[in-house]
T-cell receptor, first 115, second 112 residues
Framework: GAGVSQSPSNKVTEKGKDVELRCDPI?????LYWYRQSLGQGLEFLIYFQGNSAPDKSGLPSDRFSAERTGGSVSTLTIQRTQQEDSAVYLC?????????????FGPGTRLTVL | GENVEQHPSTLSVQEGDSAVIKCTYS??????FPWYKQELGKRPQLIID?????GEKKDQRIAVTLNKTAKHFSLHITETQPEDSAVYFC???????????FGTGTRLKVLA
């Protein structure tokens, strides 16, 4: 079946602009994660959604970052007033907590470049 | 807060040799430890995982060991091949949560 998809694959923006990144999880996966991967760095946890529960936003680096998940499926990560340090690959992952399998399935990522 | 340290950051081995990557976690309540492989320009993919009730797990040429007392876990790759060249990430998940904390990654180069 289809895996996790993300759009756009690349986004170049100017400092101060807002950007929206989209994630389509695997159908039926109720858990959805956003991570940030800066050049040569690890995966930095940003936010986690699980079903109808309140999201875990503990990884969001500032109030310029927000995310929502509509209808328990598609998620959008919004970065307002982008800064150059926001440049990174933003990865989305989904997981099916109703099974005993803990595997997260990652999307291809969105490469964000802030000029 | 939770933290996962990973070493080394880069590792070069000759083809056929073994490679070992080590991680240390801070939260003693962590109970699930996956390892991901990320090839250049591709998404991370799970290669092996281990739960806290197990000390070792093997899958062909790869194995993971866990020392709960020391809060260490390691990835072992034997008989390395050029296609093993990639960045490897360890992670830890705390019991009762679904939040994963990742290490900073190890770039493995297998020299032919």
């Amino acid at each position: 079946g289809a895996g996790v998809s993300q759009s756009p694959s690349n986004k170049v923006t100017e400092k101060g602009k807002d950007v929206e990144l989209r994630c389509d999880p695997i159908s039926g996966h109720t858990a959805l994660y956003w991570y940030r991967q800066s050049l040569g760095q690890g995966l930095e946890f940003l936010i986690y959604f699980q079903g109808n529960s309140a999201p875990d936003k503990s990884g969001l680096p500032s109030d310029r970052f927000s995310a929502e998940r509509t209808g328990g499926s598609v998620s959008t990560l919004t970065i307002q007033r982008t800064q150059q340090e926001d440049s990174a690959v933003y990865l989305c992952a989904s997981r099916n907590p109703t099974t005993r399998v803990d595997t997260q399935y990652f999307g291809p990522g969105t490469r964000l470049t802030v000029l | 807060g939770e933290n996962v340290e990973q070493h080394p950051s880069t590792l070069s081995v000759q083809e056929g040799d073994s490679a070992v990557i080590k991680c240390t976690y801070s939260d003693s309540a962590s109970n699930y430890f996956p390892w991901y492989k990320q090839e250049l320009g591709k998404r991370p993919q799970l290669i092996i995982d281990i739960r806290s009730n197990v000390g070792e797990k093997k899958d062909q040429r790869i194995a993971v060991t866990l020392n709960k007392t020391a809060k260490h876990f390691s990835l072992h790759i034997t008989e390395t091949q050029p296609e093993d060249s990639a960045v490897y990430f360890c992670a830890a998940r705390t019991s009762g949560t679904y939040k994963y904390i990742f290490g900073t990654g190890t770039r493995l180069k297998v020299l032919a």
